[in-house]
C-alpha cells in the first residue's frame, strides 16, 4: 500500500480534527491525548493557535504556523484503526 497525503483537514470542537487522504480514506481524530505541548507542539494547547493547522502539499501532512508537523502515516493510523505495522515494508510503501 502507497502510504496517502492528507490532503484537506478542518478543525472541529477542542483538539479534534477531521482528515481526508488522497486516498479517499477519511475520519476525524481527538489529538488532544497524544499531545505533549512540549517544545515546538507548546504554543498548540492554544486552541486559537491549534486551529490554525493547514495542510502541507510539500510534506504531505498537517502543520502549524511554527513548522510544528504530524507524521502523516501516525494520522493514517488513527484515522483507520489499523495498527502502523500494516502499513509498513510493504511494496510501494515509502519505507518499504
Not at 517544545?39 to 510534506?59: I, N, W
Amino acid at each position: 500500500m502507497m502510504l496517502s497525503d492528507v490532503v484537506k483537514v478542518e478543525t472541529r470542537v477542542g483538539y479534534r480534527i477531521w482528515l481526508q487522504f488522497q486516498d479517499g480514506v477519511e475520519g476525524e481524530v481527538d489529538l488532544e491525548p497524544l499531545l505533549t505541548f512540549q517544545g515546538v507542539f507548546a504554543p498548540l494547547r492554544d486552541l486559537a493557535f491549534f486551529s490554525r493547522v493547514r495542510v502541507s502539499p510539500d510534506l504531505g501532512t498537517i502543520c502549524w504556523p511554527n513548522d510544528a508537523d504530524w507524521d502523516p502515516l501516525v494520522l493514517y493510523s488513527l484515522v483507520t484503526g489499523r495498527p502502523i505495522e500494516t502499513f509498513l515494508n510493504q511494496p510501494g510503501n515509502l519505507d518499504g
